[in-house]
């Protein structure tokens, strides 16, 4: 509760509409629309995705939409006072599509023979943002000379025009618009280079280089039978094209992909011809890897060693890559990381294998133990260390052979990650503290995961080989059985109730720092829950014995 008064919107924000790639000054101004009862001064903020909104000392707001985008967006604006207290509004900007014009490449100039009709694509000279390039409509300024063909210009010019040069105006429409483009042609008795035949397209894979990928003396030729020279259009492909005409293909790693390159003959009084391939650069999956792992010193028995600031992967997320194995008993993969547990000394080397569901990368982590002397060193059951991976994959319930009825292990831990209480059937005076610390709080961020739904409150019927776990969640609290035999209807039940007595009883145990004062009777109601298992109100299944 507070005595300030938040700020208020006097009246909606007005929606915006704008053609596409404009900036709009002043759209409205802030101060207009929000004010402050305590007459405090307020922040603004916005939120936005594809438009940019500039909010102005004067609290006057430009909208900007980028070229190449149109819609529709939502754009929220704050007014945040001193406290903290906000107010809110949204408005719609619709952003109206604006038909951009098509454009003309550098068309080089042409020189044909007279009396000979010589073919030239304008194809790689044609680009529209916004039209394809087979809805662009193409002429020429000389029909009686110049016939276009879809995108094809053929020239052919009387003998008479021989030795003159002529102007021509190619024009190209996208149904709104019209851009011009001219060209000289240059008309003599030298006989342009020809194409002999249509260049394929080719491919080869990212990062390698493909030799000899064309001989290009076999797609081009020149009647008058001289030396041609060869040119390529620029491209993110390299393309190198070697003194006899071969061609070769290289490609960085990190890129893939299709591209058209055009390739160029010119022959010594630079009449040419040219042809177009659609190169594609095919990706290749790259394994994943580890960067430096730095030596690990340990002086307690267990800790989580995370991985995942050292993976990396060139065409992955590092999210999606999986450890899938290890070859020291001492690790237990969780997750990007490993559980260490050592119960003595120990100086070792780890390999650890990464995936990326295709390909492995592998790491090798020395680890060095020093346990400090007295450390009582008996290991936890090391069934146990799998809790975490069906918590982790959530896997519920299977098929059980009926066992014999038994509590095995009761566990308490704060929301927090806080071991509460822990009892177990056997005792647990000798139980390594450090392994069971580390171990539960990796246990309990897997079951805060599970437990997203603020409605689910117990998972139940996970299978540890021939032990099976149940946990309950409570409003500050986890408790979590391990038990044999098939789940029985009244454990979770039991357990909820448990949890809500304890809750109830003993509030001051589970904050964020555990204060053991205020255990009191909480390891008795534990050891109660393992101990009478086997009452008939606790019901395991037929291999149960009365006690």
Same mark, same amino acid.
């Given at each position: 509760m507070?005595t300030?008064?938040?700020p208020?919107?006097? &009246?909606?924000l007005?929606?915006?509409?704008m ?6 000054r002043?759209?409205?101004n ?14 603004y =903020?916005?939120?936005?995705t ?6 102005? =000392?004067?609290?006057?707001v430009?909208?900007?939409a980028?070229?190449?985008w ?5 754009v929220?604006f704050r ?10 509004d949204?408005?719609r ?10 454009v ?7 020189r044909?023979r ?6 030239f ?5 044609l ?17 009686t000379?110049?016939?276009?063909s879809?995108?094809?210009?053929t020239?052919?010019?009387p ?9 021509l105006?190619?024009s190209?429409?996208?149904g ?17 280079? $020809? ?24 797609? /081009?030729?020149d009647?008058d ?6 040119t ?29 390159v ?6 010594p009084q ?24 730095p ?9 989580y ?5 050292y ?23 969780l997750?990007?990381?490993? %559980? ?8 070792e ?9 295709n390909?492995?990368?592998a790491a ?26 069906p ?20 566990? %308490?831990?704060?929301?927090t990650?806080?071991?509460?209480s ?11 503290t450090?392994?069971?610390t580390g ?11 599970s /437990? ?7 998972l ?8 099976r776990?149940? $946990? ?6 986890y ?6 035999? &098939?789940?029985?209807g ?5 357990m909820r109730?448990l ?5 109830s009883r ?8 555990l204060?053991?004062?205020k255990l009191?009777?909480i390891?008795?109601?534990l050891e109660r ?9 606790? &019901? ?8």
């Amino acid at each position: 509760m507070t005595t300030d008064h938040p700020p208020a919107l006097q &009246r909606s924000l007005p929606d915006v509409t704008m053609q596409e790639g404009a900036l709009v000054r002043g759209v409205f101004n802030l101060s207009e629309y929000f004010s402050d009862p305590d007459q405090d001064s307020l922040f603004y =903020s916005t939120g936005y995705t594809h438009l940019i909104v500039a909010i102005r =000392s004067n609290l006057s707001v430009d909208i900007q939409a980028p070229a190449g985008w149109w819609g529709e967006e939502d754009v929220t604006f704050r007014a945040t006072d001193p406290t903290g207290a906000i107010a809110e509004d949204t408005v719609r900007v619709t952003v109206l599509h604006v038909d951009a014009p098509p454009v003309w490449g550098a068309v080089p100039d042409l020189r044909v023979r007279f009396d000979t009709p010589f073919s030239f694509t304008l194809d790689p000279y044609l680009s529209d943002p916004d039209t394809p390039s087979s809805d662009l409509i193409v002429s020429a300024s000389d029909p009686t000379h110049a016939l276009v063909s879809g995108h094809l210009l053929t020239l052919t010019y009387p003998w008479v025009l021989n030795g003159t040069v002529q102007p021509l105006v190619l024009s190209v429409s996208d149904g709104v618009f019209t851009v011009n483009r001219t060209v000289l042609v240059a008309i003599g008795s030298d006989w342009p280079p $020809i194409i002999v035949t249509k260049m394929p397209d080719a491919s080869f894979d990212e990062g390698t280089t493909r030799r000899a990928a064309y001989r290009l003396s076999d797609y /081009f030729a020149d009647p008058d039978g001289i030396l041609l020279f060869w040119t390529v259009g620029n491209s993110r492909i390299g393309v190198t094209i070697q003194a006899n005409g071969s061609v070769d293909l290289t490609s960085a790693a990190g890129w893939w992909g299709t591209e058209t390159v055009t390739f160029r003959a010119t022959d010594p009084q630079r009449a040419l011809q040219e042809d177009t391939v659609r190169i594609t650069v095919v990706h290749v999956d790259r394994p994943p890897a580890f960067l430096a792992v730095p030596d690990v010193f340990l002086n307690v028995t267990t800790t989580y060693l995370s991985l995942t600031s050292y993976l990396a992967d060139p065409d992955t997320k590092v999210s999606d890559l999986v450890l899938v194995s290890t070859n020291s008993p001492h690790a237990i993969i969780l997750g990007q990381g490993l %559980l260490l547990t050592y119960a003595a000394d120990a100086d070792e080397s780890i390999g650890v294998v990464v995936s990326d569901g295709n390909l492995t990368g592998a790491a090798t982590i020395h680890v060095r133990v020093v346990l400090p002397a007295g450390v009582v060193q008996e290991i936890i059951p090391a069934w146990l260390y799998w809790l975490p991976m069906p918590l982790a994959a959530g896997a519920l319930g299977g098929f059980l052979v009926y066992r014999r009825r038994q509590l095995e292990w009761a566990f %308490l831990v704060t929301n927090t990650g806080l071991l509460v209480s822990s009892v177990s059937r056997r005792g647990d005076g000798s139980l390594d503290t450090d392994l069971l610390t580390g171990m539960l709080t990796t246990i309990m961020d897997f079951a805060r995961r599970s /437990f997203s739904d603020e409605t689910e409150r117990h998972l139940e019927g996970l299978e540890l080989g021939e032990k099976r776990v149940s $946990i309950v969640r409570g409003d500050r609290v986890y408790l979590a059985v391990v038990y044999r035999g &098939r789940t029985p209807g009244s454990l979770t039940s039991r357990m909820r109730v448990l949890v809500q007595k304890l809750e109830s009883r003993y509030p001051g145990a589970f904050g964020d720092v555990l204060d053991t004062s205020k255990l009191e009777g909480i390891p008795v109601e534990l050891e109660r829950l393992v101990s009478r298992g086997n009452l008939p109100f606790v &019901r395991f299944g037929s291999e149960d014995r009365a006690g």
